[in-house]
């Protein structure tokens, strides 16, 4: 609780007067909840005040960006693969350098195909962050340093696509399950658009890790109120908004359940 208060003082401290007190709540005005999450999970978080639910409330995700209503982040290791999401919007370009590759090949690559994919010198990559059509953001990179998204992606020519559509249908039938189904249908439509890099969808890893809170239980206030009176207002009936926000929940879980168990169907290798 004093390392709660000292942080938030320092970083209060370091904000314009009127900023801080905007954005770095006092402890005295913190609440404590236990949230169920629909994986089973139950976390303790805070909220500013007592009256708005967790579940009634808006969390960040990964990259700060906000969750729908209801939704928090919980990472479990046997979460289901990550699916393709489009990209709607993009965002800021930003630049990275890497270092040469070392001559030894990585992570049990052979040297074949390491020869091919090292670089042997420093190179710099532009990364794009993009919001996917869940919502999520994640970052994306650009097939050169110079390119805009206005330009749309580069493409390959009908005589390339051709030659790799026939590559990968012999590949295919000669090893049915040696691509996940995922990646499979993935592949299969990026032929069909000839080929686009960047790609118009990438994996979102947020999606796996996103549950709906199931149930709010208050703790109380993080610092103990002295001798309250009884105020505690009976439980309200609840609306028809809150209501159907949780049949909404029930119904993408069960949707969720149903994916999960079409890919157990469609075979048990994807590759998360
Ligand atoms: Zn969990
Ligand atoms: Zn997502």
Known sequence: ??????????????????????LVPEA???????????CGCINE???????CLPSDRQWRGPECEWLQKGQMLCVHDDAPPAPYRDIVEWGERRKRTFPADPAEPRDGID?????????DEPHTSAFWKVKLACGHITDVIAPDLEWKPEEGP?????????????????????????????????MRRMLSQGWP??????????????HWIVADQRVGWLIPREAEPERRQPQKPPTRAGL?????????????????????????????
């Open 197 to 210: 890099s960047p790609e118009p969808e990438c994996l979102c890893y947020t999606c796996c890790y996103v």
């Open 111 to 119: 040297p074949e195909t390491w020869a091919l994919i090292r670089h």
């Open 244 to 272: 159907e926000r949780r049949l909404r929940q029930a119904e993408a879980e069960a949707a969720r359940l149903r994916d999960q168990l079409v890919d157990l169907d469609r075979g048990t290798h994807a590759d998360g």
């Open 1 to 22: 609780m004093r390392e709660f208060e000292e942080a938030n003082a320092e970083f209060r401290d370091r904000l314009p007067p009127a900023l801080g007190a905007l």
């Open 154 to 186: 580069h493409r390959c020519s009908a005589k390339r696509v051709a030659e790799m559509t026939k590559e990968f249908e012999e590949f295919w039938a000669s090893n049915p399950t040696g691509h996940a189904p995922r990646e499979h249908d993935h």
């Open 28 to 38: 005295k005005e913190c609440y404590r909840w236990r949230v169920q999450l629909d």
């Open 45 to 51: 978080v805070l909220t500013l005040g007592e009256e």
